[in-house]
């Protein structure tokens, strides 16, 4: 069966003709009309920036980036920042899409963006990073703002990053202005609960559905692919809930134990030797394989594109939980879908960030700041709220949860768009 669809013609996996067509599926129920097709289907501003940046060496190196704003027609630009070597114009473009499609799913009032840098953090210095860090925030700017466009982290992106970018930006207009970037560091105004917000979130929402689906949580085998800000806090708050974790994936390897791991203590050897390889009890498994393993729910927080038709129908999970942005092509959508595989969407899923996010940014404004309980009481408010409201669309127009997501998040970016009017 695999072979027969891996050989047919092969579709676009390009992220944003991705994004384009979930959008489409969505307008199509909605019969959204072509003028507002038109508007929602493109990215408003798009920034493309080509840097120096002095590397330790005295060299001077140039480096691509972009600042990509899709819609602000609910409130200002909201958007993480990611530094990876595959980053594209169009990848920008999905991800700025489909935060836009995030923000209107939990109902905060941001549009959506994103920004990355074509390079290789790995491969750069702490100064080298600074410089880099520091040079992009500035050749941004002139979309940046905490009325206009707000950065968060994202791939390869930190709290020390986010705090590079609030330092160069409030250098430049002559005093601090901590509600421009989010993820920040607590020390300058970031938020109780910000670096686990995305995985809790996804909690609350994996609760939501395992409550109303009658899904066990306990002794359920939990794989994850990506290990980093969101892989690693999931894994052991599900195995706080009794989840298994029995198999972990990072860029440069894998690993599977079906008894399951220890979650923080493989957190903390991660911390210690940088890597998850050689964790005590567990086997080596290739990365790209790591999706196949036997399990229950099959957690993707790593980069987009990894179920696609080539892989969907060996994927032996009955739940796909998208921590990641992107990771499920519409194809490999329709083969877990015939095969009674449920998707718990990434707009959903790991909107938790991005509303921790909003709460930093409101707190930033204020100068008045929460405990831990009430920010993360009030996440898991909106996150159960949107569960309901985009469980209760799929119902209603017979419909998977990503279709249904996308169909609220349009019809509500649709609805601000024409009570707004087209400008003049
Ligand atoms: P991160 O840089 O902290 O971690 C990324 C992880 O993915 C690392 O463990 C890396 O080794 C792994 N990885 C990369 N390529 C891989 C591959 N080919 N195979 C297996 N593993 C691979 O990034 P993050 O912040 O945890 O983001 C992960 C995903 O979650 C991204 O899609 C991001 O857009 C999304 N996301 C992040 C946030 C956030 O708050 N950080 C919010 C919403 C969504």
Redesign the pocket.
Known sequence: MSTTRSSVTPISENAFDIARRQFDIAADLLHLDSNLRAVLRNCKRELTVNFPVKMDDGSIRVFQGYRVQHNIARGPAKG?L?FHPSVSLDEVRA?AMWMTWKCAVVGIPFGGAKGGVICDPKRLSTSELENLTRRFATEISLLIGPDRDIP??????SPQIMSWFMDTYSMAVGHSVPAVVT?KPQSVGGSEGRME??ARGAVDVIQEFAKQRQFTLNGARVVI????????PLASFLQNLGCRVVGV????G?IYNPRGFDASRLRLYKRETGSIVGFNGSDPVY??G?LELPCDILIP????G?ITQRNADRIKARLVVE?????TTPEADAILGERGVVVVP?ILC?????TVSYFEWVQDLQSFFWDEDEVNQRLQKVMSRAYQSVARTADDHNVSLRTAAHILAISRVADATRTRGIFP
């Open positions: 993480g990611r991800l968060a982290p994202d791939v390869n992106t993820g917000a995305t692919q990506g290990f980093g800000n969101v892989g690693s994936a990072e860029e440069n894998a990365p790209v790591v927080a790593a980069l987009e990894q921590a990641a942005n992107g990771p990434d790991n909107a938790g960030g991005v």
